[in-house]
């Protein structure tokens, strides 16, 4: 079936709408990361550098570690962005753009997310490289995707709905981590469920000036226990690209670099070496 003009946008010059980049720009490895100022902390270890792009918020370089080729991507925040970005990467792999059409051999991306993010456990200290287990997600994107759930998942997914419904409007979601990203470049990580929320200050618990609607956020996040699951943290990005990707057929992982203890109330006063630190370990492990 021919894919509409007005539900893949493509651009005069060929390149998908948003990220402006063409079929081939892509590698196979993919590593996400929020800040479009971050693409060049990552890009800098490259051994060589093929390929620079940018449009809005999205900052692509494309070059080489060692003999293994790797994109660096930026998504900006939210996964409202998450939803542009793992759309048109699929698209770019998997999508004809000449007849409209999906092609009939179909790419699996490695999906790398590199990230910041807050514990809520008392345990986890700040300056943690985490990976997560989990994505749930708080926000509405999956609302309007048709998921299809492994048992465990499903079962996790139960038990946080269970724990959460006292809370008006929540509907979550969750997603299991690629087991083989997991097992490889979050080997000897700590695990846990990472959660997405859909804003940075009361979604996620904050107190400014204005009165949240959830009370005490972070310790109704951190007093959930299901077996050996428990969540441990907080961003805007994860349980959109792990639900993204297991619908579109792509790996995804998600490395998070902890600057904050929601618990202690404390920010780290070091994070670009934290950040760095989590870089530098995937770019190992790829």
Do not use: C, W
């Amino acid at each position: 079936m021919k894919i509409a003009e007005s539900d893949l946008i493509i651009n005069p010059d060929g390149s998908i709408y948003h990220l402006n980049l063409l079929p081939g720009d892509v590698a196979d490895t993919i590593i996400t990361v929020g800040d479009p100022d971050r693409v060049i902390e990552v890009s800098k270890h490259f051994d060589s550098i093929e390929l620079k792009k940018g449009k809005r918020e999205f900052i692509t370089h494309t070059g080489f570690v060692g003999n293994k080729r790797v994109t660096v991507l930026s998504t900006g925040i939210g996964t409202d962005n998450i939803d542009i970005v793992f759309n048109e990467l699929d698209a770019l792999v998997n999508i004809d753009f000449e007849s409209r059409t999906i092609k009939e051999q179909l790419t699996s991306l490695n999906i790398i997310r590199i990230g910041t993010s807050g514990a809520v456990q008392e345990d986890i200290p700040m300056g943690t490289i985490l990976a997560s287990s989990y994505g749930l997600g708080l926000d509405a994107l999956m609302n309007y995707y048709v998921q299809d759930l492994s048992g465990d998942e499903r079962n996790l997914l139960d038990a946080v709905k269970t724990h959460f419904g006292h809370v008006q409007h929540i509907n979550p979601y969750l997603t299991a981590a690629n087991d083989e990203l997991l097992d490889t470049i979050g080997k000897d990580l700590m695990h846990g469920i990472t959660v997405t929320a859909p804003g940075f200050y009361a979604p996620q618990g904050r107190k400014v000036r204005a009165k949240n609607a959830v009370a005490d956020f972070v310790n109704l996040l951190n007093g959930f226990k299901n077996n050996q699951n428990r969540i441990t943290n907080l961003e805007m990005e994860t349980a959109g690209i792990y639900a993204l990707a297991k619908v579109l057929g792509h790996k995804a992982l998600s490395i998070n670099a902890i600057l904050a203890s929601r618990v202690k109330f404390e920010f780290s006063n070091e994070p670009n070496k934290i950040v760095d630190q989590a870089i530098k370990l995937v770019l190992e492990r790829i």
